[in-house]
């Protein structure tokens, strides 16, 4: 189960947690940590003896088909149905826990890459970031969708906006939304100097069925021909669609799909996710500044996490924490880092 995998995950970095709270006398994070540790013992134990049980049947099985005893083979019967029985009860339990326990809805998410401070090296980094957060809705069995995707002549990203679709995903991904900062050397950099370089990531939850209602006549709709990569049958045809809220200002332009159908579908989802977001935030902000308040001016200096290579770590400068390997972050173990963050920052 991928929720047990992720649970195991959580409870490793709680006991690493744990010991810095303790040797920063942290007693009331100390308490915080040691009950969720209690209840994902809780959780874990049950797991063992699923697991225990689901041997002791595959004893009997074998018994079953290899002895020739009937007595034997009568008790081996009788023993595996109670096996049975119990099995499907403790697995009815623990499914039961662990969606209570990651709190899992199914739901979707609209996320947005862009390169920031850092030219070409930021456009790579942002490739680096969508690949990363693709291959973790890969490991959770999400589905993904692309929606638009802008590529440099070097192969980075100018710009990358997608869906993910799952149970618990906009739990588990509102707070990657931020300034993301990269230090490393980049291929190209032949005196071997570190190069510092940011890309934003912004995180909005798509809307469900009548959250929010578009009126027809504040859009305007507008179809040109797609550019870049397709084929001469994308670009020879006016596939590409442009439309303008009116009473926002915002425009959503899509050309990623063959027909001007499904470009339209994903430029209005894309729209509906963004018109949410500022319904969401309209008592906070001006809506000129709404999306801001995840990346803001992409400054080095307003990053909420650093990945730095030449150290192999990962540091959250929200909850002020750090995870090594960065290699196996990036090819999306997100896991510790989201829970982290999730433990911290949920309470505020």
């Known amino acids: 189960m991928e929720e047990i995998k992720s649970l195991e995950n959580e409870y490793k970095e709680i006991l690493k947690e744990m010991e810095v709270a303790q040797k920063n006398k942290d ?21 063992e003896e699923i697991k225990k049980i689901q041997k002791a049947i595959a004893e009997a099985e074998m018994i079953l088909q290899t002895e020739k005893n009937e007595e034997l083979k009568g008790l081996a019967k009788k023993e595996k149905e109670g096996l049975t029985k119990k099995l499907e009860e403790l697995e009815r ?43 973790y809705a890969n490991k959770k069995g999400w589905k993904t ?21 799952g149970e618990g ?14 230090q490393r050397i ?69 050309q990623s799909e063959r027909t001007q159908v499904q470009n339209r579908e994903n430029a209005l989802a894309i729209l509906e ?14 809506i000129q500044n709404i999306r801001k308040s995840q990346i803001g001016r992409m400054e080095r200096s307003e990053k909420i996490r650093t990945y730095n290579f030449p150290q192999d770590r990962v540091t959250d400068h929200r909850i002020k924490k750090t995870w090594h390997n960065i290699e196996e972050i990036l090819s999306g173990n997100l896991d510790p880092i989201i829970g982290g963050l999730t433990r911290n920052l949920n309470k505020f």
Request: glycine share 8%.
């Open 27 to 47: 007693w009331v994070g100390l308490g915080e940590l040691a009950k969720r540790k209690e209840e994902i013992e809780k959780v874990l134990k049950k797991f």
């Open 186 to 254: 980049p291929e190209t950099e032949k005196s071997g100097r570190i190069h510092t370089s940011t890309a934003s990531v912004v995180v909005l939850k798509k809307p469900k069925g009548a959250e929010i209602k578009i009126k027809p006549q504040d859009l305007k709709i507008e179809t040109f021909r797609a550019s870049g990569p397709g084929g001469q049958y994308v670009n020879r045809r006016e596939s590409a669609v442009r439309i303008t809220h009116i009473p926002s200002g915002i425009v959503i332009s899509c």
């Open 145 to 165: 969708k692309i929606f638009e995707t802008k590529k440099t002549d070097l192969d980075g990203i100018k710009e990358a906006i997608f869906e993910i679709k």
């Open 273 to 286: 996710a963004r018109l949410l977001k500022l319904q969401e935030e309209k008592q906070e902000k001006e």
């Open 93 to 135: 339990e623990l499914q039961k826990t662990c969606r209570k326990d990651t709190k899992e809805e199914i739901g979707s998410v609209i996320i947005e890459i862009r390169p920031g401070v850092g030219g070409e090296e930021a456009a790579l980094f942002a490739k680096d970031l969508f690949s990363m957060y693709l291959k």
């Open 169 to 182: 995903v906009f739990e588990k991904l509102k707070y990657e939304g931020g300034v993301h900062r990269v």
